[in-house]
């Protein structure tokens, strides 16, 4: 399992997934705004997304977990 964490402070604008979703590594997961530029977040490695964390239009810090890889 991996934990997709917040690479900076910013604000979630976009979720590119589902709970049961697969995805592959580098597969955009989340779009982020940070310092006025949107950024994806993706999967550090393939697997199953088992849970999200991350809600459109919430702030998040460096660190938070916003998607469960199983």
Known sequence: MADITMPMNGKVIDLKVAVGDSVSEDDELVIIE????????????????????????????VGDVLVVLG
Do not use: C
Not at 45 to 57: P, S, Y
């Open 34 to 61: 940070a310092m006025k530029m949107e950024l994806p977040v993706v999967a550090t490695e393939g697997g199953t997304v088992k849970e999200i964390k991350a809600k459109v239009g919430d702030s998040y810090q």
